[in-house]
């Protein structure tokens, strides 16, 4: 009982932290603006923050993620995201690439903006951010978990002006739209890991887009 009172104290203040982290109004685009800007570039460059890992209850986090995870001690919250950072690099797995990946192929097949294919001063830059990433329990009791994103895009003209700006997440929560899976289906299975990344980035690509 102790162990669940700990954890659901913990749960708590991390979705609290959560919650405040990056919280953005979006940035309709003016008339004008959509009247003048036909396309856009998408920065190469995108920030990312910190990670949100929340296992099960009593799960052995630091075991999770094979011989790097294996080498941290303890299980504590820090070092079970040092944990899963190093393994994402390990596999090559980076959330940076995902949502850029699906960012531009949510805006390529809304047909709102073309891509520029090089460098342009003279047209709009896409910014994007992940201010947080990662994975959390459905609940206190379950053995399930989600994708925890957030994406934020600001788009800037050759003026330096923000034109549009838009910011969505998804909460380690039943209400997630992403399917809850197994925490065990995706320990030490890096394949699945990017799957599930990948398919919260698509997610909240196609919703950021939809505001243009």
Not at 56 to 75: D, E, H, I
Not at 182 to 190: F, L
Request: net charge positive.
């Amino acid at each position: 009982m102790s162990y669940l009172i700990r954890s659901s104290k913990v749960i708590s203040a991390l979705l609290l932290a959560f919650v405040i982290t990056g919280c953005a109004t979006s940035q309709r685009m003016s008339s004008e603006d959509k009247a003048r800007i036909k396309s856009t570039q998408v920065s190469q460059s995108v920030e990312k923050g910190q990670v949100f890992l929340l296992a099960p209850g009593g799960a052995a986090v630091g075991m999770m993620f094979g011989a790097v995870g294996g080498a941290v001690s303890g299980g504590m919250v820090v070092d079970a995201q040092t944990a899963f950072v190093n393994y994402l690099n390990q596999n090559n797995i980076s959330i940076e690439k995902l949502v850029q990946q699906e960012f531009e192929n949510a805006l390529r097949a809304s047909g709102k903006l073309s891509i520029a294919t090089s460098a342009d001063a003279g047209i709009p830059t896409i910014k994007l951010s992940v201010p947080q990433y990662g994975f959390g329990v459905t609940h206190l009791l379950s053995s399930n978990v989600v994708p925890v994103l957030q994406m934020k895009a600001d788009m800037v003209d050759d003026k330096g002006q923000t034109v549009w700006s838009a910011s969505d997440r998804m909460l380690p929560s039943i209400a997630s739209p992403m399917t809850a899976i197994a925490w065990a289906q995706i320990q030490n299975d890096p394949k699945e890991i990017e799957a599930q990344l990948r398919a919260a980035a698509k997610y909240l690509s196609n919703k950021l887009v939809q505001s243009l």
